[in-house]
């Protein structure tokens, strides 16, 4: 039975779609990226997580319908379009292009539809007329604005209504007309120059919340199963989500669970540009391979706060050789015998997964199950009581696993050759850095004809359990085992 936390109740409840009837349909919405600059590991983390949470939902017979706004048009949007001397609507479309470039690299592969704010203004209009006829909403000299006084469950999410430090906010509309302190703007007068549409309150732009209400309406309805997104963001943007959507159809809740990841820190901080700590996607990419990024949110609850650090990527990498090495061994099992003690292994792990992932989707916990099965795994080998068919049952159950996890579990290869592009290929290898970067020294030594250097490595690489052939298209590693030559 599937438990989740639930941050409206703030405790773990069982997990029931809001209509069971109707075939196990799950609707669940994402907040998506504000796109005027790169995506960085903090996006990715949850973006990683709410991937995982749909794929298991999907594994368990739930038709999932995972929806996910883009945010493109916005305040940060236009300044950044304004220094860059672009149109804003570019700006947004060259960002989201790398957005979902960020997302087919980390293979994230599960959301059902990416709605774009700007395609959604009828629909956003629409909710703030209806919030203008129902009192909830007042024009001012800058904009339409929200009246939190008239909403009585306003601060039920958060538990709160006014802003804390972990908040997001740069996003809290300032105006000196307002009648609260926390109302919050649904429609922006346009000022000159500035992307603007027709509505009958007056030539403008969407406020920042109410595009999710409008998209989600549209899509879901009313009220849905699931909304999830950063920690950041439950207030003031999910409360005044909710605020918005429960005035106007009267129905609550509109979200039956909220779902909400914890922070990523890097080096202990905040992530900023001005600490020089910012790593966008693309750049850890550069260095690291994506599953080393997958690997190391995974190994963490996703309520729990992470900290990026190099000691915590080098132990990841560390765990994936490991389970890289197992896969490698299973591979290479040939004897007939089929072993009952392995049965019994393959049946325990798979139920232990799904035990940990039915427990508020506890990956750190599946993760421990896999490593588990790895050793345990590794020593039947090391006593000859692993046949093929049990390799094979193995290597079946890691792929389903994987079907969830996304982490290329069993694609360990057995050799590489290393191109020109030498970087590159580095980081899909799944053996050793070590290795590699001794491949990487022997061919700088080969560059400057110091053969002698160069074959001094691949002794050294030999002795390490490793072959490296000098190939045309460069120098292709293969694990050594006896009687293997090129
Ligand atoms: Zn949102």
New binding site residues.
Partial sequence: MLKLYNTLSRKKEVFRPRRPGKVRKVNLFV??ITSYDFSHIGHARTYIVFDVIAKYLREKGFDVFYLQ?I?DIDDKIIKRAKEKKIPPQKLARDFEKEYLKDMKSLKIDSVTKYARATEHIKEIISQVERLFKKGYAYKIEDGIYYDISKFRDYGKLSKRSVLQAEDAVSRIDEAKEKRNKGDFCLWKFSKPGEPKWQSPFGWGRPG??I??TAITEKYFGYQYDIHG?ARD?IFP??EA?IAQMEAISGRKPMVKYWLHTGFLTVGGQKMAKSLGNFITIRDFLKENSPRVLKFLVIKNHYRSPVDYNEKIISQTKKELERIDEFISKLKEQKTKNKKQEVKNLILKTEKEFKNAMDDDFNTPKAVAVILNLVNKGNSLIAKNKMGSKNANGILNLLKNFDEVLGINLTKARDSITITKTLKYEIKKFPFPQEILNLVKERENYRKEGLWQKADEIRRKIKKMGYLVQDTKKGPKIKKYERGNCF
């Fill in positions: 907040c998506g706004n945010t920042w919340h595009e999710d997104g963001l943007h999910h989500e």
